[in-house]
């Protein structure tokens, strides 16, 4: 398991998605980070996505949160740590241990969380810990438990290589999991006979290597798969030896979904009776399969439900655990896994195990020898953010996570966070729209710094390794609590040195009295130093001791983690829960982006990874714009009785009629008005608590713009007076998407509002009063300040040539002309929206090329380099070509 490392490359793994990639990551003699994909780590074998090879531009000082702050003021350690610890011991003397709570975040090492959760469970003495994995994973936790005994993901990402069937269902895996996708992209070039279904309302650029694309109505998943059970069982498919040997409960399952027809099915699902058949006969007959699923899964009322509705029927199969086969819930943050290992959530303890469970609650108390063990479940995170509002939490401390911008219900989160009586938020950013309430500011270090490790979706624990310092009086996150712990009163328990020393603690408890109880045990890490902890490969779990490496998977012969040792096959019910209504007609569903990642802290700071998609946007089926009367760049509100937002409309069949997609990430530091999650009610999935964030009735109509606007800058705008706006970071300084309401200022005073024109700055501006346009570009000589387009209509010039305007020199009354005019001079072609982030290029470039004949991706990779590097845009580039095909033959 150990490797001498290169020289100054530090191998380490990618901060964002639960892929997990490995990264080779150094500072260049000239002080310039470079960060590669790591060709030996067996998660990406050298390949990246545009987010992951964008990682260096994320790093920079700006907006990093670098010392203590105290009510707004800088303050030392000490202080801070003597204050924290100070204020959580006094509430929980005078209120109980019940009175504070920590959220936290699987964007949290393996170490950080370790010791989180050991201080409130067994030192504090309450179960009041919960994570932003609630939000996330905590229904594929729950379907899990209740399946298979044990929250354990069966299979290996070379089952996703070696199936002859995937269902991606809930899943935008060409956006959220590109290195999967491309690796599944891949595979199926080498056996064409692979096939892929996609289920999913939107026709995402996932559908690009999908044969068959279900759009299915939101929630009808229980019902899809309860079909296929029932379909299985009639064409004799099920695995009757393993059924018998290793399950329990197939027999009541099968009564239930028997009750529902092929047609109560269509009509469930909205999908036509010969789709669904389809889909059925290629499951039946396929034996290799394997069904990823995600947040459409997860994040529903009947999360739980479609989980296990999934897994009934890999379980009837007997198709689990084996090569190419498998249920595969694929995680969303770096360490959702490790999160889960350690406890992380209100209802789990430590190590996979229970809080329910005295004989658990015992081991754990003894190998901790704590005072006492939490012994009933916590509050999960949207009772947490309740019992903050009405004051029964009267201490929180936040680490690792935005719940202002994630949690449903946002703008009831922030006011209680804002009357909370002592808010502590370890954060690496200074203003978040939730570090901006802390009374107490704590600065961490972050990815580059941190030392520590993380589990993938995949069960591989992986080591990030420090290649910078920590800038400024950031501090690990493990150290920070171990701080407060000591301070508390618990230095004997907290004492640790290093990261090393606390994964070594982890491994020994997952180990503890194990002797094959637990599925999660990495006992062969439990002496693990200093040394062999900088030297270890990334391995999978369980590892147990004396065990070596090798690729493991689950229940291919049951073993189950049940009292029986059988898997439970359990009856589901399809019943969805959402309602529409006359006055919300339009189911919302949230998600994301390829370039963005959550509340934008830190994509937000490329330049490359902004230009894909610079604002906040609902995605409207023209249909549906038709019957509301919005056009294509219209600015639209959405709404419920809660709150409204405002964002661009983009039409596109893509979108199901009657439902509207919008993006999770744009918070109040990049718009004004677009944060989704104040739309979102808090209605949970009963098993595991997980808000349903995709299924929100609401009504969407047309904002009546007095005028849009499109501005460049050099500098950020201290305020902006508009109605709707939102920023993004360019080369060379800010784009921003403007529209002014009726009553908003005139022209002039926003122009004069929205540039810094000291003196010396010469402003040239152009009116044309009767159609309602004005330009006005600030020269400071040479260089652009900035340059403001405003018209009637949504403004077109193009924003990559504005952009550009800004690092370009403007000699001479014809340069600065050429800004007032608002479009690139003669032969100068304009790009269009970014396409390709690594190479930056745009649509039109492609569209262009495309035009004079190149047909394949292949073709303009060698054109125009797009698609070379990371390949996330691929499938975009194949839309732009299968656009152009379906033009050229009307
Ligand atoms: N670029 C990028 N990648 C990321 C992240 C990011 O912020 N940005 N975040 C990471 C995290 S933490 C997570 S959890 C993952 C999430 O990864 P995904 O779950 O793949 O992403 P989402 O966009 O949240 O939702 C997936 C899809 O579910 C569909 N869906 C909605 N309702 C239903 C339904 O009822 N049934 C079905 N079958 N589908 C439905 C949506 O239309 C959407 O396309 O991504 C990870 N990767
Ligand atoms: N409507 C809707 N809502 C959703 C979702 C959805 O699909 N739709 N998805 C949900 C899901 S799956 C998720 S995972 C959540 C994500 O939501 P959040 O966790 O709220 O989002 P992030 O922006 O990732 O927040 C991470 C914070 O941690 C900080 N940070 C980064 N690294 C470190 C570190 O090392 N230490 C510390 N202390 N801080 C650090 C960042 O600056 C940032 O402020 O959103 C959920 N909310
Ligand atoms: S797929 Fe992209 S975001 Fe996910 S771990 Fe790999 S490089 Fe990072
Ligand atoms: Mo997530």
């Known amino acids: 398991m150990e490797e001498p490392q290169e020289p100054c490359v530090v191998r380490t793994t990618c901060p964002y998605c639960g892929v997990g990639c490995g990264l080779l990551a150094e500072v260049d003699p000239g002080g310039q980070a470079i960060v590669r994909g790591d060709p030996d780590h067996p998660a990406n074998f050298g390949r990246l996505c545009s987010k992951g090879a964008a990682l260096a531009e994320t790093i920079g000082l700006d907006g990093r949160l670098l010392h203590p702050e105290i009510d707004g003021r800088e303050a030392g350690w000490d202080e ?75 299979g290996t990402y070379r089952d996703l290589e070696l199936a002859d ?189 229970e809080i329910e469970n005295p004989g658990h609650r015992d081991l754990v108390q003894r190998f901790w020898r704590s005072p006492v063990v939490a012994d009933r479940p916590g509050l999960k995170a949207v009772d947490m953010f309740r019992a903050v509002g009405d004051g029964r939490i009267k201490a929180l401390w936040i680490m690792a996570t935005n719940p202002v911008d994630s949690m449903p219900e946002a703008d009831l989160v922030e006011e209680a966070i804002r009357n909370c009586p002592f808010l502590v938020v370890s954060d690496v950013v200074r203003e978040t729209d939730t570090v901006r309430h802390a009374c107490v500011k704590l600065p961490a270090a972050a990815w580059g710094e941190k030392d520590g490790t ?46 090393a020393e606390i994964f070594a603690e982890h491994a020994a408890l997952s180990a503890f009295e194990n002797d094959g109880a637990r599925a999660f045990d990495i006992g062969a890490l439990a002496r693990v130093d200093q040394q062999s902890f900088d030297r270890m490969q990334p391995f999978q779990w369980p590892q147990p001791k004396g065990g070596t490496p090798s690729e493991t998977r689950f229940f291919s012969t049951g073993g189950f983690y049940t009292s029986d040792r059988k898997a439970r096959i359990l009856p589901v019910c399809p019943k969805p829960t959402l309602r529409t209504d006359a006055a919300y007609p339009v189911v919302l569903n949230t998600g994301r982006v390829r370039d963005h990642w959550h509340t934008m802290t830190r994509t937000a700071k490329s330049p490359r990874l902004s230009q894909h998609l610079a ?77 349903a964030s995709k299924h929100v009735p609401v009504s969407i109509e047309r904002f009546a713009a007095a005028k849009f606007g499109f501005a460049v800058l050099r500098e950020r705008p201290r305020t902006i007076t508009a109605a709707y706006w939102a920023l993004a970071r360019c080369e060379g300084g800010w784009r921003l998407e403007l529209a002014l309401a009726e009553g908003d200022r005139d022209s002039l005073a926003f122009a004069t509002s929205l540039f810094d024109t000291a003196s010396g700055v010469e402003t040239l501006s152009y009116h044309d009063v009767a159609a309602g346009r004005h330009r006005f570009a600030c020269f400071d000589g040479d260089r652009l300040v900035g340059a403001l387009f405003l018209a009637s209509e949504p403004v077109a010039v193009s924003r990559d040539w504005a952009c550009e305007q800004l690092l370009s020199e403007h000699t001479g009354q014809r340069g600065r002309m050429a800004v007032i005019a608002g479009r690139p001079g003669f032969g100068v072609v304009d790009r269009g929206a970014t396409v390709c982030s690594c190479f930056g290029v745009g649509a039109n470039q492609i569209a262009a090329a495309v035009s004079e004949g190149c047909m394949s991706v292949e073709g303009i990779g060698e054109t125009l380099g797009a698609g070379t590097n990371c390949g996330s845009c691929r499938a975009e580039i194949r839309t732009i070509i299968n656009e152009h095909r379906l033009q050229a033959a009307e």
């Open 454 to 499: 993380t589990t993938n979706s995949e069960r591989r624990i992986s080591r990030q390794r420090p290649f910078l310092t920590a800038p400024g009086a950031a501090r690990p996150d493990w150290w920070i609590i171990c701080e407060v712990a000591k301070c508390m009163g618990f230095a004997h328990a907290f004492a640790y040195r290093s990261a």
């Open 615 to 691: 604002e906040p946007f609902a995605e409207i089926h023209p249909a549906d714009a038709r019957r509301f009367g919005v056009a294509e760049a219209d600015i639209v509100r959405v709404s419920t009785a809660r709150s409204s937002i405002l964002v661009r409309a983009l039409l596109s069949a893509r979108q199901l009629p009657g439902t509207v997609f919008v993006p999770m990430h744009w918070t109040d530091q990049f718009a004004a008005r677009a944060r989704v999650d104040t739309l979102v009610p808090a209605l949970t999935d009963r098993h595991s608590g997980q808000p």
């Open 80 to 154: 801070a740590l003597d204050l924290v610890a100070a204020r959580f011991s006094e509430t929980i003397a005078e209120h109980g241990p019940d009175s504070v709570a920590f959220y936290v975040s699987g964007q949290l090492l393996t170490e950080d969380y370790y010791v989180a959760n050991k201080l409130m469970k067994g030192f504090i003495g309450s179960a009041n810990i919960d994570t932003n994995s609630r939000l996330c994973m905590a229904s594929a936790v729950a379907g899990h438990r209740r399946a298979f005994g044990s929250d354990t993901v069966p």
């Open 165 to 353: 069937l995937i269902v991606l269902t809930g899943s935008n895996l060409a956006w959220c999991h590109p290195v999967l996708y491309q690796r599944i992209a891949e595979a199926k070039e080498a056996r064409p006979q692979m096939r892929v279904v996609l289920i999913d309302p939107r026709r995402t650029m996932t559908a690009d290597i999908a044969d068959m694309h279900l759009p299915i109505r939101a929630d009808g998943d229980v019902a899809l798969f309860s079909g296929l059970l029932a379909f299985l069982a009639e064409h004799d498919r099920f695995d009757s030896s393993y059924v018998e040997a290793h399950t329990t409960g197939l027999d009541e399952t099968l009564t239930a979904a028997r009750t529902l027809g092929l047609e109560a099915i269509a009509e469930g699902t909205g999908l036509s009776v010969e789709s669904l058949a389809a889909f059925y006969r290629l499951f039946a007959d396929t034996q290799k399969v394997v069904t990823v699923y995600s947040q459409g899964v997860n994040q529903s009322s009947l999360g739980t439900a479609k989980v296990n509705a999934i897994i009934n029927c890999h379980l009837a199969t007997g198709r689990i655990g084996k090569p190419g086969m498998g249920p595969f819930s694929v995680t969303g943050q770096p360490n959702a896994m490790g999160g889960r290992e350690v406890g992380g959530l209100a209802n789990a303890l430590a190590a996979h195990m």
